[in-house]
């Protein structure tokens, strides 16, 4: 039985990339997740070249966080009304064209920290419109038994983006100038619209017959439509628990897994830049071993059960790291935390997608992208008084925090029989 499933495991993960739509998705959603590494760097640097202050720069990265933080319930909204395949593409060409016009302002030396903040804030604003129609599109991609394995391959090529978009972002300003980065940038998310535009989506799939029922046809305003998704999202105790367990895992990763993981390296591992990059590697690397075997194992686990599980083990890894001064254990601890994350994590959206109705889709994954939003900040700046204090008072409240999220989860029925 072991032997078989170990047989299947690499073609069911590799199951959705036979369909030309889904390589199409992956390829357009790796592009724009490519191109926001580029544009971080970009900004970055060439703020601090103009500048040299990293107060300013504070300020550019703030004018696109929170264009993208209040905007992305009405990009959820949209979402369920219009096609999110045209969201998709409209807001990858619109980024195209402005990263291209920051790009040739700055060859011709007319950018100003000004223009920089006004482009930034276009940029998040645009941004906010895509990111919740990426993950609302894949079930009219693929079909649903396909949804874990499709996941898996989407994140895994997310997370990559990640890291290789900033380091490849740093290579081109290194070799040229930093507005070349601005232009290769556009490129990026001038194919991530054309990739997206050839993509062919099927006919939405029955929803859950235990989830309720789906808002309204009628809706008359924008604010209406967003409120009947914030409403749908809570009055759900199933979905709900997983909003909280997503928020309850940012706030628990915002913090701990930046100032938490500097101050580690630094005040106790006496590791310096070396070590903060070792930990950061081994999360990195141990969410993208997660995903690929959540995709792997594939099936409908008890999804409930695997979200208190998630929140157990988190927070048994952080009481480690606030205990234990050895830089292995503690190596080995991230790398663990960070295969969980990555695990659960496929199973859990892959949930959602395939209990919620189509027409409520996009505004329940944009209420969770915006508590996670709005969490970050909250837990740098608590980690950050924490640690202060010491290791363990940042890893222990964050521990004990995890800890209650997950008996709460475990208390609810109706969420330990979620598949």
């Not at 299947?8 to 199409?24: C, E, Q, T």
């Not at 016009?101 to 920290?113: E, K, Y």
């Not at 080995?332 to 949930?351: D, K, Y």
Request: aromatic residues 8%.
């Amino acid at each position: 039985m072991m032997a078989t499933t170990l047989a299947g495991a690499g073609p069911r993960l590799w199951a959705p990339a036979r369909h030309r739509s889904f390589r199409l998705l992956w390829a357009g959603q790796s592009l724009s997740l490519l191109g926001d590494g580029f544009s971080v760097v970009a900004f970055s640097w060439i703020t601090l070249g103009l500048t040299g202050s990293t107060l300013t720069l504070g300020y550019v990265l703030a004018f696109q966080a929170v264009p993208r933080a209040l905007l992305t319930l009405v990009g959820g909204s949209l979402g369920d009304s219009w096609s999110t395949r045209t969201l998709m593409v409209v807001s990858s060409w619109a980024r195209a064209a402005l990263m291209a016009a920051v790009g040739l302002a700055g060859l011709g030396g007319h950018l100003t920290v000004w223009m920089l903040c006004a482009a930034a804030a276009a940029f998040g604003a645009v941004d906010a419109f895509f990111q919740p129609a990426r993950v609302s599109i894949l079930p009219s991609v693929v079909d649903d038994d396909l949804l874990t394995p499709a996941n898996a391959l989407l994140g895994a090529g997310a997370r990559t983006a990640a890291v290789v978009g900033p380091a490849v972002g740093g290579v081109v300003i290194a070799l040229t100038k930093a507005p070349v980065a601005f232009l290769v940038d556009a490129v990026c998310f001038a194919l991530c619209g054309w990739c997206v535009s050839r993509i062919r989506t099927r006919p939405a799939a029955e929803p859950d017959p235990a989830a309720p029922p789906a808002a309204p046809a009628e809706r008359t305003t924008l604010g209406s439509r967003i409120r009947e998704g914030v409403v749908y999202t809570l009055r759900d105790p199933r979905l709900r628990t997983v909003v909280v367990l997503d928020t309850a895992v940012n706030f628990c990763y915002a913090g701990p897994f930046t100032v938490g993981f500097a101050a580690l390296a630094d005040d106790v591992l006496r590791g310096g830049s070396a070590t903060l990059g070792i930990l950061n590697g081994a999360l990195a690397g141990g969410a993208q071993l997660g995903t690929l075997a959540g995709g792997a194992v594939g099936g409908r686990p008890r999804v409930g059960l695997l979200v208190a599980a998630l929140a157990g083990w988190l927070g048994a890894g952080m009481a480690v790291l606030g205990l234990v001064h050895s830089t292995p254990a503690v190596v080995a601890t991230v790398l663990a935390m960070g295969f969980a994350i990555g695990f659960q994590g496929v199973f859990g959206l892959s949930w959602i997608q395939r209990n919620i109705p189509k027409e409520v889709l996009s505004r329940v994954i944009s209420v969770d992208m915006v508590l996670g939003y709005a969490v970050a900040p909250l837990s740098l700046i608590a980690c950050g008084a924490l640690a202060g204090v010491d290791m363990f008072a940042l890893f222990g409240t964050v521990a004990a925090v995890l800890a209650l999220t997950g008996l709460a989860v475990l208390a609810s029925r109706a969420v330990r029989a979620m598949r």
